[in-house]
Structure formats: structure tokens, C-alpha cells
């Protein structure tokens, strides 16, 4: 009789931990201190799926820079100086300096639009104008220079002729009263052109 109240007991005893401790800790909400099985098996999941994607992400990657790596690199300098990946307002001055001294040239009174603009919270170089869902930005710089009408024309051409993308958005010129030693008449040239950088 003993041993089998003993036993019911007991019986009773493990019911009671398995209903009351045991199936509540497997099944049940846990806390962020002792979250239950079934909350761990399913972070263990997570992290499980997110190991996935990163291993994806990195084949992807290798993939592309192998992609990237058989490329010419003259080709890609040739690319990044057409069409950059950031502002560089005065690599472009330079650039335009260079070509216009070939000719005894000077680039005065150079301006770059200074409309400040942003969006979605990040701010925006001066003179940038952005679109929605653009891939690209652009800028706008003013200047002027002097020189003879062939020497201004061989300075556009060159300009044409540059890697960089370049836009003549606005051309004026009005005439020196001074020549050059060989006796031909100079002029005043304004001058406004847009380039544009990749986002």
C-alpha cells in the first residue's frame, strides 16, 4: 500500500514539474533574461538564415570583383574621369586652366552654382541638382577668359574633345579694344558649363 501511494506520488510530483516548469520553459513566452526552447530554435533559425545570406553576399561579391578585376584599367580611369563617382569642383578648374593656357588663356571670376540642395537628410555639394531616383547629380560653373576668336574655338574643341562630360549651357563674348602682337582682335568670353558625378 505503501509503495503505491509512493508511486502515485511521485507520479503526481513529475505531472505537476513537467505542467507546471518543464512544458511552460519549452513551449511558453519566455523572458529576454530566460527566453523558452522554442524562442532559442527559432533565433538559432534566424541566425541560421542570416549566415546563408551573408555566405550569398560574399560569392556575390567575389563574383563581381572578379567581374571588376578583368576589366582594363585604362578603360576604368578613362570612365571614372568622364563621369566621376564624387564632386571634385576643383579638379575640373584645373582641368579647364590646363586647356585654356595651351593657349594663353586664363580662367577669371569662376563661380560654382551656390545653390545649396539635399535630400533624404544628406547634404548636398553647392550647385548640385538632384533628381528623384536619379543615378547621377550635376553642377554648374561659370567663368570667363579672354583670348582671339581661333584660340577660344580650339579651347572649346579640346573642352569637346576631354573624357570629362561636359555641357555648354551658356556662351557670351563682347569685343577688347586690345590685339595680340600679331595684330588680331581679342575678346571676352562668359562662359557657363555643367558636369555631372554618379551618386
Known amino acids: 500500500m505503501g509503495k503505491t501511494l509512493s508511486a502515485i506520488l511521485t507520479f503526481v510530483l513529475a505531472g ?10 519549452y513551449t511558453g513566452p519566455g523572458t529576454p533574461e530566460n527566453p523558452s526552447v522554442n524562442e532559442i530554435k527559432a533565433q538559432i533559425a534566424q541566425y541560421d538564415e542570416a ?3 551573408v555566405e550569398q553576399l560574399e560569392q556575390l561579391k567575389q563574383r563581381l570583383l572578379a567581374k571588376f578585376n578583368s576589366f ?17 569642383n576643383i579638379g575640373l578648374i584645373l582641368e579647364l586652366d590646363k586647356i585654356a593656357s595651351k593657349y594663353g588663356m ?4 569662376v563661380d560654382v552654382d551656390s545653390s545649396p540642395a ?8 553647392a550647385g548640385s541638382t538632384l533628381d528623384a531616383g536619379s543615378q547621377y547629380d550635376s553642377l554648374s560653373l561659370r567663368f ?3 583670348g582671339t576668336y581661333d584660340d ?5 574643341q579640346d573642352l569637346e574633345a576631354s573624357l570629362r562630360l561636359v555641357d555648354l549651357e551658356s556662351l557670351q563674348f563682347s569685343s577688347q579694344e586690345t590685339t595680340t602682337s600679331r595684330g588680331e582682335p581679342t575678346y571676352n568670353y562668359n562662359i557657363a558649363i555643367k558636369t555631372y558625378w554618379l551618386q
Do not use: C, Q, W
Not at 118 to 125: K, V
Open 16 to 25: 505537476g514539474i513537467f505542467f507546471l516548469y518543464t512544458k511552460p520553459a
Open 51 to 53: 549566415l546563408k545570406k
Open 72 to 88: 582594363n584599367t585604362d578603360d576604368i580611369t578613362r570612365l571614372e574621369t568622364m563621369i566621376p563617382d564624387h564632386v571634385d
Open 106 to 109: 586664363t580662367l577669371e571670376n
Open 118 to 125: 539635399s535630400r533624404g537628410g544628406r547634404a548636398a555639394s
Open 144 to 146: 570667363s577668359t579672354f
Open 152 to 156: 577660344f574655338n580650339t579651347f572649346l
